[in-house]
């Protein structure tokens, strides 16, 4: 229901508006007023909050309706309808704030030279409303989600990798050790014991006793 | 082996690196962060208890908060805070349902539904001029009338219906400048009568038929001598007000359409009375306050018109609007200050010597006068009548007084910060809570398990909770000694009603306030407001026995040539120093980079008239600051002139202030910016404490580019004047924002950028050696972030491996401004959704760690979003190389991430700013954002490389161990046996 209108009682003002977006959305009335504000009506949508005006995330009356980066600001009706009063004609920009909905800011032309015109466009998604009708691109999700026990994340974990590469030393490397030519290991044992470095098996105790 | 381990580490690492933790789980809110509500200090204030259920207290404030209070606790059940421009002229509640609320001078009214704070309608009222705005709801004796409101403001009066908000009758005033004053309802005959003055000498009755707003009767009378001030209505047809002169009491009687004045002199009432007086707003019958020089006067009214003087007091005293308490009666507060306690009598309204209530309270001293008081009644169990009293103190606090006794505070002050700095606590001595927390192993033990169980997400809700409680006590985050990671800190806050706080940063509790007395009214400093507040003294290396102290700098009025105060204040005792004020106005204080042997920072302070000022005024301040004498230079930006200076020193400075810590300048060069089209809107400089780590920065195909890093940059923008208002107000065509890049030293443009269509208003932040800045582009109508990386071209080719054998490299020359570096800059341009209140940038001890940029956004929410996407590199397609590097694709418009939200779902309503400080951890830093309520938090802008997290889990690391100690010993005694089984065979 894009509407503008000079600036006049809010109740008329909406149920004029209500019956008009009956007929067709894209009209608007003006009235005669001799100030060179207009107005802008709108209305906020949140799927989830109801008539209650508890959702998830907060009430409907947190929600903060904020006209050119804070030069106005208004709060919703319980029916989600809004409005700013003495806005000179210009292009405006209309930003939502609501905990836990990412709102795209909305631009909105209010013509001097056709009264009762505007023109709402999305700026995030350059699409542009037919009417003043605001609604979250989505809901924001202020927390990481723990993830559900299972084995895998334990495996991952760095004390997981640990075990799990203790445990393949233990039953894998024997396995290597058996699978090796003896000969060879004694030459390499050899080896390393000339070359001074200190081996694992001389490090626990009795190690010598085993060799 | 050692490979196999080695490699195991490394994989570890990484892993760890990868593991993101800036976003949070919803179980470890409040963990490392705090949030506090506020409301500021309040105008008026509005009981409702009447009605069975909860008791609650409806208050307006002067940070444009409506806030409904729980009266038993000073709790908040709901709160709005309204936009900055929409300050609230009046509050008042409706059919015992609704607030309603009267902002932007008189031309919004609002009505909240009283339980939740749910906006049930708004009105927009018209008017033709400015005036005064005045609310006014009738009490009806009849229950099921539709209530009407009163409204004058913007030069009209509007009935409005309170169901609704339908604006039933509008009634504009004959005369062009007519200011309503009073309102009186006339019960019985449904008429109300509108008082008030046209122009300065001029009284005007209107009688007015409250059903439908016809003018009934209008009479009017002039009095040469003018009126001036505050009335105050003594009866439903006589009020007392000041002439012009303020030296003689009017009382004016309009009962039947005649208006008479009758005159009398304070000085026949009060005998020592000279000077001015002023009228104590009241609403009493019969009896009204007069201030004068030297006491508070109260005066009774007879019905003849007569005045006297029932009693004077000679401290400050503050008094309450009336109460009604039964039929026909009404009673007030009075409060005064005692020695060391305040007294508050509620007296009857018609019998000055009536006390129905006389109670002493003990206040702590750090809260100064009472600035205003609201009553309200309850009835005993005895039947009798008992009293509540609101106060709000000089220090902006919000006190419950009932029964002689404080039941709840509100530290409401801090809803209005105007300086922040930090300050570390004291070291932990030795002996003193050594390993005190550490319970026995199995109690350590069990703890652990239970964290293991919930990283499982094997443990009941219980545990959790034990867990949580587990984890909050542990952590000693609220010690009152210095940690090991500098997550421990105080946070020094200075609001504007000139009282210092400390909070503490590991739950935010205030360690100590102290409400300065320096920056209190006094006869010779009016109008006293803080400037800021600097770290004087932070002691280190050789003056560890001192306490670190910080200075507090103001100024008794608010033009900039009103003299300077200055107040030293102790930060861990919380204790003033020392005070004095300056016999020279303050300007700007420059921090030097210099301390004497106590570690106190030298500060220069500039003068209105140009002149420098040293301090501390010590001989070795001196001899330090001739040292540095030629190497001090300082720009000042002149915003309505278009004019940027730049200063040095000259000698010291002649005329009648001559000493030796004043000191004469001389100004080097200047920037002068054409009025027509250019327009200084921001300027940004770095923060002298940020800490660059390196100056090189290698890049993806092993080349090097070197940062531009000079203290002396600054960032300017400037708009043309047609754009420097709102958005909405200026076409694309006739708005530019041009930026430049400054070297404060020599007065040199480094870089100039033009955007065309764009305009104001810019946020920005200077960092290392780039700039980010946000402003609105008004051709594609959204939101643009800019950054400017500027490189210095003269280290370019220091990339011979020749030239650095022999030596024949630049590298070792110092960073100067003297020399001319070839710089160049790159820069890129993003669309960004949100506007912004606030840009800020992490700060790291060692500025190793990588920077995230904090904005605070118009929803009161701040989001960190990392310098890598503010990277002039980035381009559509990366290159294998680049991508290795980490530069991200280009995207024409940032992604904002809902997780990355540092105050996660959270609000700091009516955020003004967001300081960062460093810890001592390298990975980490602490982040302090503040409005109307404060928000702390820590981050790890590189996630937490060089400590373990919060949720490690000992007691797996433990067990791990033990398994695999035990395998070894278990896979040593099967070898043994083995190995014995071998040789017998």
């Not at chain 2, 009505?111 to 005036?131: H, I, K, Y």
């Not at chain 2, 062009?176 to 008030?196: A, K, Y």
């Not at chain 2, 750090?366 to 009835?379: A, C, E, L, P, T």
């Not at chain 2, 984890?471 to 009152?480: C, T």
Request: aromatic letters at 8%; charged letters at 20%.
């Amino acid at each position: 229901m894009a509407s503008i209108v000079r600036s006049k009682p809010v109740i008329l003002l909406l149920f004029v508006q209500s019956c008009l977006c009956l007929l067709s959305p894209s009209l608007a009335i003006s009235s005669g007023s001799s100030l060179d504000g207009y107005a802008i009506n709108g209305r906020v949508k949140i799927p989830g909050i109801g008539a209650k005006g508890l959702g998830s995330h907060g009430k409907i009356s947190n929600v903060k309706v904020i006209l050119n980066g804070g030069q106005h600001v208004t709060f919703l009706r319980p029916d989600g309808y809004f409005s700013f009063h003495n806005v000179p004609a210009g292009t405006h920009l209309i930003e939502v704030a609501a905990i836990g909905y990412f709102f795209s800011p909305v631009r909105v032309d209010v013509s001097a030279r056709f009264p009762g015109k505007v023109q709402a466009t999305l700026t995030e998604k350059r699409r542009s409303l037919s009417e003043l009708v605001l609604e979250p691109l989505k809901e924001e999700q202020y927390y990481e989600i723990r993830e559900p026990f299972n084995i895998m994340s334990v495996v991952k974990s760095p004390m997981g990798l640990m075990m799990g590469f203790m445990v393949l030393v233990m039953f894998v490397m024997p396995k290597l050790m058996e699978n090796m030519d003896p000969e060879e290991m004694k030459r390499a044992q050899e080896e390393m014991r000339n070359q001074g470095v200190p081996s694992l098996a001389s490090m626990l105790p009795g190690a010598g006793r085993s060799n | 082996m050692v490979m196999a381990i080695r490699s195991l580490f490394i994989f570890v690492v990484i892993l760890s690196i990868t593991v993101p933790t800036l976003s949070l789980y919803e179980d470890q809110v409040g963990l490392m962060d705090w949030h506090q509500k506020y409301i500021g200090k309040v105008k008026h204030a509005v009981f409702q208890t009447q009605k069975t259920g909860r008791k609650r207290v409806v208050v307006s404030t002067e940070e444009n908060v409506i806030a409904s209070l729980d009266l038993r606790h000073g709790e908040i059940f709901w709160r709005h805070v309204l936009g900055p421009n929409d300050a609230i002229d009046g509050i008042a509640i409706a059919m015992t349902k609704y607030v309603i609320t009267l902002s932007s001078g008189g031309s919004i009214l609002r009505a909240w539904n009283l339980p939740d704070g749910q906006m049930v309608w708004e009105s927009f009222l018209q008017g033709t001029r400015d005036s005064n705005s005045f609310l006014f709801v009738p009490t009806s004796s009849k229950v099921d009338k539709d209530n009407t409101i009163l409204v004058f403001g913007k030069g009209s009066l509007h009935a409005v219906s309170s169901i609704h908000g339908e604006i039933v009758w509008k009634m504009d005033f004959p005369a062009e400048s007519f200011e309503v004053q009073e309102v009186i309802q006339h019960h019985d005959i449904d008429t109300i009568q509108v008082v008030g003055f046209v122009g300065s000498s001029q009284f005007d009755v209107y009688q007015i038929n409250a059903k439908n707003g016809e003018l009934l009767k209008h009479d009017s009378a002039a009095f040469e001598g003018g009126f001036s001030g505050e009335v105050s209505l003594v009866s439903s047809a006589k009020l007392v007000v000041l002439d012009a002169a303020r030296s003689t009491l009017l009382t004016i009687s309009f009962q039947n359409g005649e208006i008479s004045f009758q005159k009398t002199y304070i000085s026949d009432l009060v005998e020592d009375f000279s000077g001015m007086a002023v009228i104590l707003p009241s609403k009493l019958n019969g009896l009204f306050a007069v201030k004068t020089n030297t006491a508070s006067a109260f005066i009774s009214v007879s019905s003849e018109g007569k005045l006297e003087v029932v009693d004077k007091i000679t401290h400050a005293t503050v008094i309450s609007n009336p109460l009604p308490v039964s039929e026909g009666q009404q009673t007030f507060a009075l409060v005064q200050h005692g020695d060391n306690d305040i007294h508050l009598n509620v007296k009857q309204g018609h019998d000055w010597n009536s006390d129905l209530l006389k109670e002493k309270i003990k206040l702590d001293q750090q809260r100064g006068f009472v600035h205003k008081v609201f009553i309200n009644n309850y009835v005993r169990t005895d039947r009798s009548h008992g009293f509540r009293a609101l106060i709000v103190m000089e220090d902006h606090s919000l006190l419950l007084l009932q029964q002689g006794e404080v039941v709840w505070r509100r530290e409401d002050g801090l809803a209005s910060i105007i300086g922040v700095t930090t300050s570390e606590l004291p070291v932990e001595r030795v002996g003193v809570s050594v390993a005190k927390v550490e319970q026995n192993l199995f109690e350590w033990l069990k703890g652990h398990m239970l964290k293991v169980k919930g990283t499982l997400m094997l443990a009941s809700a219980e545990e959790v909770a034990a867990i949580q409680g587990m984890r909050l006590k542990s952590s000693e985050k609220s010690k009152m000694t210095r940690d090991h990671n500098g997550f421990r800190k105080l946070l020094i806050v200075l609001t504007k009603s000139g009282k210092l706080f400390a909070l503490h940063t590991g739950d935010g509790r205030i360690v100590w306030s102290l409400l300065l007395n320096s920056l209190r009214q006094t006869e010779t400093c009016q109008n006293p407001t803080g400037i800021n507040l600097y770290q004087w003294q932070v002691p280190h290396h050789h003056a560890m026995d001192e306490n670190p102290s910080v200075l507090v700098v103001g100024k008794c009025r608010p033009s900039s040539d009103a003299l300077g105060i200055l107040s030293f204040v102790d930060t861990y005792t919380g204790k003033e120093l020392n005070s004095f004020g300056l016999d020279h106005s303050v300007v700007q204080v420059i921090p030097l980079p210099f301390t004497d042997a106590t570690e106190q920072r030298l500060h220069l302070l500039i003068d209105a008239s140009g002149q420098a000022h040293l301090y501390p005024r010590s001989a070795e301040a001196v001899a330090v600051f001739q040292r540095e004498f030629s190497n001090i230079y300082w720009y000042s930006v002149e915003t309505n002139n278009g004019v940027i200076k730049g200063h040095g020193l000259k000698s010291n400075c002649d005329g009648e202030v001559a000493n030796n810590y004043c000191f004469g300048t001389r100004e080097i060069w200047s920037i002068v910016f054409p009025s027509e089209s250019e327009k200084i809107i921001t300027t940004v400089t770095r923060k002298s404490n940020e800490v660059v780590h390196t100056q090189a920065k290698v890049i993806a195909d092993q080349d090097v580019m070197y940062k531009y890093i000079s203290k002396n940059l600054l960032f300017v923008a400037t708009v043309s004047p047609k754009a420097s208002g709102d958005i909405g107000s200026a076409t694309p065509e006739e708005s530019q924002l041009v930026v430049y890049v400054v070297d404060t030293v020599t007065g040199r443009i480094l870089h100039r950028m033009i955007h065309h269509g764009s305009q104001g208003p810019v946020h920005a932040v200077f960092s290392e050696n780039w700039i980010v800045y946000h402003y609105f582009n008004l051709r594609a109508h959204r939101y643009e972030m800019t950054v400017i990386e500027i490189y210095d071209q003269s280290r370019a080719d220091n990339k011979d491996v020749l030239k650095l054998v022999l030596g024949k490299h630049n590298l070792t020359s110092p960073v100067s401004s003297y020399s001319r570096p070839e710089v160049t800059t790159k820069s890129q341009s993003y669309y960004f959704t949100h506007s912004v209140k606030a840009i800020t940038v992490t700060l790291t001890a060692k500025g190793i760690t990588s920077k995230h940029l904090l904005i605070g956004t118009i929803g009161d929410q701040v989001l960190a979003m990392d310098k890598r996407f503010f990277d002039p590199r980035r381009s559509v397609n990366p290159t294998q190389s680049e991508k290795e590097e980490g530069i991200l694709p280009l995207t024409d418009s940032l992604p904002i991430i809902p997780q990355s939200y540092v105050t996660h779902s959270l609000k700091v309503e009516g955020l003004r700013g967001i300081v960062t400080a460093p810890a001592k951890l390298e990975s980490a830093t602490l982040v302090f954002t503040y409005g109307v309520d404060l928000f702390f938090t820590r981050l790890a802008p590189s996630r937490t490389y060089d400590s373990l997290t919060e949720d490690f889990s000992y007691a797996l690391l433990l067990i791990t161990i033990v398994a695999l100690v035990v395998a070894i010993f278990v896979t040593w005694v099967l070898s043994e046996k083995k190995d014995l089984r071998d040789k017998w065979r």
